[in-house]
């Protein structure tokens, strides 16, 4: 399978704490995108980082890109009960100009108790 | 960014018979996708749908199961056919759009019970 691994499964946390995912892949990138669904719902875009980044910050927001590892994280910050939601990666490997194919990730559940 | 919206949102259907899912986008978009999103799973990519071409499907996913229409740059619809219990899903659009065509949004997803 092309999906992508990421960890933890499941992710209980106190608000105010901070709460990492991590997010690994197979093959080359162009870019890895982070979503977040809230209960089954649609996905929210949350952040792109391209793979010539290292590292991107957008709010409570920080993602890292390590290429020699295919890894990536999600960091995010002083959480709050309503982050609780489910995060997937998606990578996009596509080698065609014009086209692009994401391969999502297995999801971490995160769960933000008050 | 994009604002797409589906219908409809949820479902719930017989099996043996075929649902029509549309997907209605807010501005031009070359490209767009339909994924599968079985409980508890991740998302699957079922098929590219590019305004002027076939759409094109990923491996497991046939054309008579799932047949796509893109009639323009704002929508299209995705047909679930001959409908089995194995088919409940969320099902949602998505598409590409910005400067850089690069990000990929999301519709809201229907949610799909097959009885």
């Known amino acids: 399978s092309q999906q992508g691994e990421e960890d933890p499964q499941a992710l209980s946390i106190q608000e105010g704490e901070n709460a990492t995912m991590n997010c690994s892949y197979k093959?080359?990138?162009?870019?890895l995108q982070w979503y977040r669904q809230n209960s089954g719902r649609g996905l929210v875009h949350l952040i792109l980082?391209?793979?010539?980044?290292r590292e991107k910050h957008s709010g409570r927001l920080r993602v890292t890109l390590d290429t020699s590892k295919k890894s990536s994280s999600l960091l995010i910050t002083a959480s709050r009960a309503a982050d609780t939601a489910s995060y997937f990666c998606a990578t996009d490997a596509s080698r065609n100009t014009g086209f692009q194919k994401l391969v999502f990730g297995t999801g971490t559940r995160l769960l933000v108790s008050p | 960014s994009a604002v797409i919206s589906q219908k409809p949102s949820r479902d719930i259907c017989q099996r043996g018979t075929s649902l029509t899912i549309q997907c209605q986008v807010d501005s031009q978009v070359t490209m767009m996708f339909w994924y599968r999103q079985q409980p508890g799973q991740s998302l699957t990519l079922i098929a590219t749908a590019n305004q002027g071409s076939e759409a094109t499907y990923e491996s497991g996913f046939v054309i008579d199961k799932f047949p796509i229409s893109r009639p323009n740059l704002t929508f299209s619809t995705l047909t679930v056919s001959n409908m089995s219990p194995e088919d409940s899903s969320i099902y949602l659009c998505?598409?590409?759009?910005?400067?850089?065509?690069?990000?990929?949004?999301f519709g809201p997803g229907t949610r799909l019970l097959v009885l």
């Open positions: 998505s598409v590409v759009t910005g400067a850089s065509q690069e990000t990929q949004y």
């Open positions: 980082i391209r793979s010539n980044e």
């Open positions: 093959t080359s990138i162009n870019n």
